[in-house]
Each structure stands twice: as structure tokens, then as C-alpha cells.
């Protein structure tokens, strides 16, 4: 079945720097979405993207869309304490309901 | 508030056992999915249905099974219960089959 591969699953960084996830999955994409998990919540959408090759940037996050439509990473610069969670992405093989999620990463800001 | 209702919020019960979270979707959104998400683990699919009728199947356990009624609230029904099923159960819910997922608070189930 379609696999969702995420890594690093942690990340701690200083508040201020630049943190990266990304997410491979073992088979093409219809569209990827991302999701934002607070420690004790829910997860909450963050994005979808669609196109090959897209971009899109929401403040200080930028989302990817491999041009392969396999792989998308999620970009924070400058992070901050606000900036917390895991952070999921998830995706739909071409033709399946079924979004399938990556393991996550969990950022860790150190004030 | 997210729109997506879950209860009960917490529960706990012993090995063996049987219970039912139930889940009722957004105001107007038709698909129901149910993960299950363990200890620092991502989310896992089980199953999700689309106005009554089951649309796609994940790594459900036949322990645990779930529908759909014609009011679109959902239950998932986890029998037998081991340690391991302790974990939060997470329901979503989108408009059609293909769309976005809101997500409910979750159930936390603990098996003692």
C-alpha cells in the first residue's frame, strides 16, 4: 500500500533559526496537505498543494510540491516558540480516498 | 471548537472489553475517517466513510469495526481489547471523499 516516509522525526532548534521537514512518499501524488499538531490537540490543516512543482508561502512557512509529485518539504524560517508541534504531511495516491499520513516531525523551540 | 464532536473524551477500561467512541462530523460535511494515533506515532487510517457507505480501508484490526448511520455520525467499535489498543482515536470529517480533513479533539482510551 502507499507509504508516507517524514523526516527528521525531531527537530529542536534555537528560536530564530530555520527549521525543514520533508516527506517522500513510494508513490506518485494526486495532492499533499499538510497538518499542524499542538502539543495535547488536535492536528490542524495547514495547506494543500496539487500542482507539480508548486510553491506556496504562508508568512514565514513555504511548502513544496516535488516536481515528481512524490516528495514536498515545509520550510519555517526564523522560528518561533508559537512555532511548536508536529508537524504532518499527508497524502492521496491518484485515484484513492485515502490520505495517508507521514509519522510526523515534532519541533521543539528553545527560547 | 473544530466542528467535528467526539466522546467520550477519556476513557478507560480493562483487557477484554468492548467500546464504542462516537464521532459526528462538521455541519455539512459527508466523509467520515477514523485514525488512531499511539504514543508519539503519527496517524494511523482505519476507515473512512462517505455519506453511509464505506469508501476506503486501512490497517483496521477485524477487533474494531465502524459505520455510518444516516444521520452521518459515526461510530468505531473496538472489541476484545488488548493493552496495545490504548492510544487516542482521532474522527475527521470533510465534504466530499476528497477534501481537507477537520479533526475532532480525539478519545483517549487507555486499556488496563
Known amino acids: 500500500g502507499q507509504q508516507v516516509m517524514q523526516i527528521p522525526q525531531y527537530q529542536h532548534v534555537q528560536e530564530g533559526e530555520d527549521f525543514t521537514t520533508y516527506c517522500n512518499s513510494s508513490t506518485t501524488l494526486s495532492n499533499i496537505q499538510w497538518y499542524k499538531q499542538r502539543p495535547g490537540g488536535h492536528p490542524v490543516f495547514l495547506i494543500q498543494?496539487?500542482?507539480?512543482?508548486e510553491v506556496k508561502k504562508q508568512k514565514r512557512l513555504t511548502f513544496q510540491f516535488g516536481e515528481a509529485k512524490k516528495n514536498s518539504s515545509l520550510h519555517i524560517t526564523a522560528t518561533q516558540t508559537t512555532d511548536v508541534g508536529t508537524y504532518f504531511c499527508?497524502?492521496?495516491?491518484?485515484?484513492?480516498?485515502?490520505?495517508?499520513f507521514g509519522k510526523g516531525t515534532k519541533l521543539s523551540v528553545i527560547p | 471548537d473544530s466542528g467535528v464532536t467526539q466522546t467520550p473524551k477519556h476513557l478507560i477500561t480493562a483487557t477484554g472489553q468492548r467500546v464504542t467512541l462516537r464521532c459526528s462530523p462538521r455541519?455539512?460535511?459527508?466523509?467520515v475517517y477514523w485514525y488512531q494515533q499511539s504514543l508519539d506515532q503519527g496517524l494511523q487510517f482505519l476507515i473512512q466513510?462517505?455519506?453511509?457507505?464505506?469508501?476506503a480501508k486501512g490497517n483496521i484490526l477485524e477487533r474494531f469495526s465502524a459505520q455510518q448511520f444516516p444521520d452521518l455520525h459515526s461510530e468505531l467499535n473496538l472489541s476484545s481489547l488488548e493493552l496495545g489498543d490504548s492510544a487516542l482515536y482521532f474522527c475527521?470529517?470533510?465534504?466530499?471523499?476528497?477534501?481537507?480533513?477537520?479533526f475532532g479533539a480525539g478519545s483517549r482510551l487507555t486499556v488496563l
Open positions: 466513510y462517505y455519506n453511509g457507505e464505506e469508501r
Open positions: 475527521a470529517s470533510s465534504e466530499s471523499g476528497a477534501n481537507v480533513l477537520t
Open positions: 455541519s455539512g460535511d459527508l466523509s
Open positions: 498543494l496539487v500542482k507539480s512543482g
Open positions: 499527508a497524502g492521496r495516491g491518484a485515484g484513492s480516498y485515502q490520505l495517508t
